[in-house]
């Protein structure tokens, strides 16, 4: 799990991480990221797009 804090958001500390991230599995023949994001945490979900990734799956949920 990822997560800056509020205090810290918006320094690119997010951008760095993921940035070294990537760079890591591309050093490790690693073809592909995933990430989680609720849809409701739109802030998280535009960062990933900011940083490259893109829309893929939709998952669907039914609690009882």
């Known amino acids: 799990n990822m997560y800056i804090l509020e205090e810290y958001q918006g320094q690119k500390i997010g ?15 690693i073809s592909s990221l995933k990430v989680t994001a609720s849809y409701k945490n739109i802030k998280a ?12 799956n ?4 039914q609690n009882f």
Request: hydrophobic residues 40%; proline residues 0%; glycine residues 4%.
């Open 15 to 29: 951008t760095k991480l993921i940035a070294n991230f990537k760079k890591y599995l591309k050093d490790n023949n």
């Open 45 to 56: 979900i535009n960062f990933y797009k900011r940083n490259g990734l893109a829309e893929f």
């Open 58 to 61: 939709i998952e669907l949920t």
